[in-house]
């Protein structure tokens, strides 16, 4: 099974972490994620993502270079259980989806399953690939991660 994980990307700051929109910037990162992930081995076919602002428009930006089926979840919140979206993800085992969430969710999801975790910098992709969920040893590991340097 292979998984994308994607931080959102520059989001301006504010009081109502849930409503903030992103930067220019941001706006720049998500338009170009998608367009680097084109040019990637394997390519997602679906998007989940957080229902905060910054991560619907993350993902819809994301997603001009792809045009797939989105959802939204509300589990890809910053305080989301990594047992929920594993459980969750099973309907999802035929597809390869691409989840857009926060921190600190995006680390605690990556090391649940490979043991390890990149620094998600705002930005950050990182594409898994194991065989199970649900083994009893993390069998997944980071195949490649693509990082956005915001300024």
Known sequence: MHLFIMRHAEAE?????????????GRQMATSRGQDLKNWAVQPTQILHSPYRRAVETATLLNQAFHLPMQEWDALTPDGNVDQILNGLVEYSESI??????????????????????????GTLVEVQGNSLFSATNNFQVVRTAISHAS
């Open 13 to 25: 700051a504010g009081i109502v972490d849930a409503s903030r929109y992103l930067t220019q910037l």
């Open 97 to 122: 989806p691409l989840l857009v969430s926060h921190l600190p969710l995006v680390e605690n999801l990556c090391y649940g399953l490979c043991s390890r975790s990149p620094l998600f910098q705002v």
